[in-house]
Protein backbone atom coordinates (compact mmCIF):
# COMPACT_ATOMS: atom_id res chain seq x y z
CA UNK A 1 0.00 0.00 0.00
CA UNK A 2 1.14 3.29 -0.58
CA UNK A 3 0.77 6.80 1.30
CA UNK A 4 0.86 10.08 -0.36
CA UNK A 5 0.34 13.40 1.29
CA UNK A 6 -2.20 16.00 -0.28
CA UNK A 7 -2.63 19.10 1.25
CA UNK A 8 -4.62 17.91 4.53
CA UNK A 9 -5.20 14.62 3.39
CA UNK A 10 -3.57 11.07 2.72
CA UNK A 11 -3.87 8.83 -0.45
CA UNK A 12 -4.47 5.04 0.72
CA UNK A 13 -4.63 2.05 -2.14
CA UNK A 14 -6.48 -0.93 -0.45
CA UNK A 15 -8.22 -3.92 -1.30
CA UNK A 16 -11.92 -4.48 -0.65
CA UNK A 17 -13.43 -7.82 -1.43
CA UNK A 18 -16.07 -8.14 -4.25
CA UNK A 19 -18.97 -9.01 -2.30
CA UNK A 20 -18.10 -5.83 -0.17
CA UNK A 21 -17.35 -3.55 -2.86
CA UNK A 22 -20.56 -4.28 -4.33
CA UNK A 23 -22.69 -3.80 -1.46
CA UNK A 24 -20.84 -0.67 -0.60
CA UNK A 25 -21.75 0.54 -4.17
CA UNK A 26 -25.24 -0.08 -3.65
CA UNK A 27 -25.41 2.05 -0.16
CA UNK A 28 -23.67 4.82 -1.88
CA UNK A 29 -26.03 4.94 -5.31
CA UNK A 30 -28.98 4.44 -2.71
CA UNK A 31 -27.37 7.84 -0.88
CA UNK A 32 -26.82 10.04 -4.31
CA UNK A 33 -22.88 9.68 -3.70
CA UNK A 34 -20.40 7.87 -5.34
CA UNK A 35 -18.83 4.83 -3.87
CA UNK A 36 -15.07 6.85 -2.35
CA UNK A 37 -17.22 10.02 -0.69
CA UNK A 38 -20.10 7.68 0.95
CA UNK A 39 -16.06 5.18 2.03
CA UNK A 40 -14.85 8.69 3.43
CA UNK A 41 -18.22 9.61 4.78
CA UNK A 42 -18.27 6.45 6.81
CA UNK A 43 -14.21 7.19 8.15
CA UNK A 44 -15.12 10.15 9.24
CA UNK A 45 -18.21 10.06 11.25
CA UNK A 46 -16.54 6.85 12.55
CA UNK A 47 -13.85 8.94 13.98
CA UNK A 48 -15.81 11.92 15.18
CA UNK A 49 -18.44 9.28 16.89
CA UNK A 50 -15.01 7.95 19.02
CA UNK A 51 -14.06 11.36 19.80
CA UNK A 52 -17.37 12.21 20.59
CA UNK A 53 -17.37 9.50 23.55
CA UNK A 54 -14.15 10.44 25.21
CA UNK A 55 -13.77 12.58 28.12
CA UNK A 56 -11.14 15.21 27.99
CA UNK A 57 -8.02 13.13 29.39
CA UNK A 58 -9.12 10.39 26.80
CA UNK A 59 -9.80 13.10 23.60
CA UNK A 60 -6.50 14.63 24.58
CA UNK A 61 -4.28 11.03 24.49
CA UNK A 62 -6.02 10.06 21.36
CA UNK A 63 -5.44 13.41 19.67
CA UNK A 64 -1.88 13.47 21.04
CA UNK A 65 -1.03 9.72 19.74
CA UNK A 66 -2.80 11.05 16.01
CA UNK A 67 -2.31 14.43 16.04
CA UNK A 68 1.03 15.56 17.16
CA UNK A 69 1.10 18.86 15.89
CA UNK A 70 -0.39 20.37 18.76
CA UNK A 71 2.32 19.20 21.23
CA UNK A 72 4.46 21.90 19.96
CA UNK A 73 5.08 24.33 23.05
CA UNK A 74 3.93 27.94 22.30
CA UNK A 75 6.83 30.41 21.41
CA UNK A 76 7.84 32.70 24.51
CA UNK A 77 5.92 35.56 22.11
CA UNK A 78 3.07 33.28 22.17
CA UNK A 79 2.86 32.45 25.51
CA UNK A 80 2.82 36.55 26.40
CA UNK A 81 0.33 37.70 24.04
CA UNK A 82 -1.73 34.31 25.69
CA UNK A 83 -0.96 36.26 29.50
CA UNK A 84 -1.57 39.58 28.48
CA UNK A 85 -5.42 38.25 26.83
CA UNK A 86 -6.07 36.22 30.17
CA UNK A 87 -4.99 39.83 32.23
CA UNK A 88 -2.01 38.00 33.97
Same mark, same amino acid.
Given at each position: ????? $???????????????????????? &?? #??? *??? =???? *?? %? %??????????????? =??? $?? &????? #? *?????????? &????? *? #??
Amino acid at each position: MTTTS $LTNKKRKIIDIPNDVFRFLSIKAA &AQ #GTN *LKN =YIEN *LL %K %KDMEDTVAHMNDEEA =YRW $LS &AHEPD #G *LQPASPKEQE &AFRKW *L #GI
